[in-house]
């Protein structure tokens, strides 16, 4: 099985950058994914990881170190919509995601 | 517009009922998934199927069963709804070999 953890909460100020730290262990990996989840909504895909090192996509870039266990999740330049939800999710080898219970960013003004 | 369909959006329902939630995907993806989504919890997975005519079980299955008669839909079932099962679930799908998954809207269930 996996077991994902991540901080249950975070608060940062607008234009701040956030780091959102994500630990597992897990009987078998086959990527690493972050998506975001606004209040009452759907989860949606924000990055994904397989290979050590950073990935970046505009103000959000994702990195992995496969050895540590262990994956972040930066924010730069916040923006009042980033409030969110934060999941840091892992693939096993059929497939499958499991998801850690998330984290919850609170940006204010 | 692609996507997934879930249906009901939202339901009560007494203990006891049997109920079956809904969920259709145009994208022809192999792979569809169940979670349920609890506060403090997150995500967790109930039954998945790879491809059409497969089922698996996920962390947590008991009290709820699937079936995958055609890539389109994936229907849950909870053949006798208990208070426990009070959640937001949530159908995804993705192509097998990227693993992005896509969400559904979701179905909030409440079992009084």
């Known amino acids: 099985g996996q077991n994902i953890d991540q901080p249950t909460e975070m608060t940062a100020t607008e234009g701040a950058i956030v780091q959102i730290n994500c630990t597992y262990q897990?009987?078998?990996?086959?990527?690493l994914f972050w998506y975001q989840q606004h209040a009452g909504e759907a989860p949606t895909f924000l990055s994904y990881?397989?290979?050590?090192g950073l990935e970046e996509k505009g103000r959000f870039s994702s990195f992995l170190s496969r050895s540590k266990g262990y994956s972040y999740l930066l924010l730069k330049e916040l923006q009042m919509k980033d409030s969110a939800s934060y999941l840091c999710?892992?693939?096993?080898?059929?497939?499958?995601?499991?998801f850690g219970a998330g984290t919850t960013v609170t940006v204010r003004a | 517009i692609a996507g997934i369909t879930q249906a009901p959006t939202s339901q009560i329902l007494a203990a006891g009922r049997r109920m079956t939630l809904r969920c259709t995907q145009d994208?022809?993806?192999?792979?569809m998934y169940w979670y349920r989504q609890d506060l403090g919890l997150g995500l967790r997975l109930i039954h998945y199927?790879?491809?059409?005519?497969?089922?698996g079980k996920g962390e947590v299955p008991d009290g709820y069963s699937v079936s995958r008669a055609n890539t389109d839909d994936f229907p849950l079932t909870l053949a006798s709804a208990v208070p426990s099962q009070t959640s937001v679930y949530f159908c995804?799908?993705?192509?097998?070999?990227?693993?992005?998954?896509?969400f559904g809207e979701g179905s909030r269930l409440t079992v009084l």
């Open positions: 994208m022809r993806h192999n792979a």
């Open positions: 199927s790879n491809t059409a005519g497969t089922t």
């Open positions: 990881n397989v290979l050590d």
């Open positions: 995804a799908s993705s192509e097998r070999e990227h693993g992005e998954l896509f």
């Open positions: 897990t009987s078998g990996f086959n990527g």
């Open positions: 999710a892992v693939r096993d080898n059929d497939y499958k995601l499991s």
